[in-house]
Structure formats: C-alpha cells, structure tokens
C-alpha cells in the first residue's frame, strides 16, 4: 500500500479512538486489535473508490476508518466463537484478556463506526452509507451463523459454501467499495459496478484465505490447519470431497463432516495431502481467477481509466498471487 493511503487510514482511526476517550479497560482491547498489523485492504479500498469516482482520499478516510473498525470488530467476536487462539500472528482478543472484555470491545467498535458516518456526511449521503453499512453487518452475521452452523451439518454443497462466503466475507468488501462511490455521489451503475468488484474480490479473498490456511506458511500468521480443527467446511475440503472416488477418501471426507476434524498434526498432513491430490488447489486457481476477471471487467466498463482505478485493479492481481 502506498503510504499516503495508509497514513490517511491511519490518522482516521487514531482521531476516532482519541475522540472516543475510553476507559483503560475497553480503550486497551480496542487499541490492541486495531493495531495488530492488518493489510488495511477493504479501507484502501474505499479511498481508491472514491478517488476513482472523482472524490479525495481525505473525503472517503471517515467512512474507510468505519469500514475497518467494524471489520476488526466482527473479527473479535468471530475469534471468540471459533476460539482462534491466534490473529495475525498475535493472541486474539479474548486470549489476551477474556471472553467478556473482547465482546464489550467489539461492540464499543461497531459504536465507534457508526459515530464516525454520523459525524462526517451530509444528511443524504450519511443516511445511505449507514444503510449500506447495516445491511452488510446484517449479512456478514447470517454469513457467521452459517459458517457455524455447518459445522454440524453432514451434507453441505459448494453452492452452498459459496453463498456463505459471500455474505460472511465478500459482502463487507463490497460495502468498502459501494462506500467510496457513495461519498463521491457516483451514480447507480458506478455504484453497481464498485458492488460487482467487491463482491468478487471478497469471493477470491475468501477462497485464498481457505487454501492459505491448509497450504500455506506458519508464518501467514495463523495456525496452520485451524480450519481443520475447528471442523470448518472449507473450499479445499468440499472440492476434494466432490471429486474423491477411492472409498478411504469417502470414508475420510464423510467423516470429517459428519463432525470428526483431525486432532494432531499427523492427521492434518493426511488431509492436507488428500486434498492436494484431489485438485483442490487447482479447482481454486480456477475460480479465484473466474472471480478476480469479472471484478476488474466490471471496473474497466464502468469507470474511467485513472490511476485509482488501475490501483483498484492491482489489488485484485495481488489478491491472487498472495503466496502459499
């Protein structure tokens, strides 16, 4: 990220946390989980939005720190229910502290967020972006509740993985695009067009992120193979699974989600192994390549050609070469 786009992102959210004047005990919390080292993508994403709808960067930083702040909050209390032990490489709020002060911090963020739209628009445009950012917390907690919820399910399909993904992750990605064009008052089709891009990029985002965590490197800052523990139904394991044909793999896969996950390192080398060589990793370069063209086809037919727009397509060029 270019500095002066994280400096921007930056100041926004250390004024609003410095307005704010918490207590120690949430003011702590709060600080610890904005400052854990995070890519500061989906705001980025807003500034260049806005930028590229004719808009400043300075103009679209309130409603980018509200973006991120309200991320990072269902983050905490994502980190809860999964019990993740880890976030970017450092404990997760509730291991830091506990269950309690991570869930009072989380909600004093979405407070923080909300505070900064209302504060910084005129009346229309603040209306519309509290619209847009209420929407997608709405989706982004069904997205959660099913993500969970699968867990105990024996049979979940891709469409139906897809669908959550989509509201869980892509949906948030799509509101931080939707959000600089509202700012810069871009007409509907911009505005459709910045909700195509988002939303595929979040798709190919989320499905990066699945195979990073059976693929990747310890040092991606998560433990590798929480997924599997946690029992999740993840893109690697429901693709393999639709192509397994061997009865030990059957056997494994319906296992797993009937609610069995791997416990030790050992098991989790087998299915990481089963996966590979059932094409998940291929199946996912595919789609992750599907979702990153039609992002930034719906950019390119829709926005003229600047700067922002081209800083705009990058980011989903890098999503995809995001390494394993």
């Given at each position: 990220m270019e500095q002066h786009y994280r400096d921007t992102i930056e100041q926004a959210i250390a004024r609003a946390l410095d307005r704010t004047e918490l207590p120690p005990i949430l003011d702590e919390p709060v600080r610890?989980?904005?400052?854990?080292?995070?890519?500061?993508?989906?705001?980025?994403?807003t500034l260049l939005a806005a930028e590229?709808?004719?808009?400043?960067?300075?103009?679209?930083?309130?409603?980018?720190?509200?973006?991120?702040?309200?991320?990072?909050?269902t983050l905490i209390h994502d980190d809860i229910m999964d019990r993740s032990p880890l976030r970017r490489g450092r404990p997760t709020v509730y291991r830091a502290w506990d269950d309690a002060t991570a869930i009072l911090a989380g909600d004093t963020m979405m407070g923080i967020a909300y505070r900064l739209l209302s504060e910084h628009y005129p009346a229309e445009v603040c209306q519309h972006l509290v619209a847009e950012c209420s929407s997608a917390f709405v989706d982004v907690c069904i997205g959660q509740a099913e993500d969970l919820a699968f867990r105990t399910m024996p049979s979940v399909t891709m469409d139906d993985y897809l669908r959550m993904i989509g509201r869980k992750t892509a949906r948030l990605f799509a509101t931080a695009a939707v959000a600089g064009g509202i700012v810069a008052r871009a007409p509907h089709d911009v505005l459709a067009a910045l909700r195509t891009y988002g939303t595929a990029l979040g798709m190919a985002f989320q499905i990066r992120d699945d195979v990073l965590d059976l693929f990747g490197s310890p040092e991606f800052g998560k433990e590798l193979g929480q997924d599997l523990r946690e029992g999740k139904k993840t893109f690697p394991t429901l693709s393999a699974a639709a192509h397994a044909t061997d009865p030990n793999d059957l056997a494994t896969f319906a296992a797993y989600f009937a609610g069995t996950p791997p416990t030790d390192s050992e098991e989790i080398a087998q299915m990481r192994e089963r996966c590979r060589r059932l094409g998940a990793l291929e199946h996912a370069e595919s789609l992750i390549a599907h979702y990153l063209s039609t992002a930034n086809a719906a950019l390119e037919s829709h926005l003229p050609s600047t700067s922002a727009r081209d800083r705009l397509c990058a980011l989903a060029r890098a999503t995809r070469n995001r390494h394993l």
């Open positions: 610890y989980a904005l400052a854990s080292g995070g890519k500061r993508l989906r705001p980025l994403i590229a709808c004719g808009s400043s960067p300075a103009d679209a930083a309130p409603v980018a720190a509200a973006v991120e702040i309200l991320h990072n909050f």
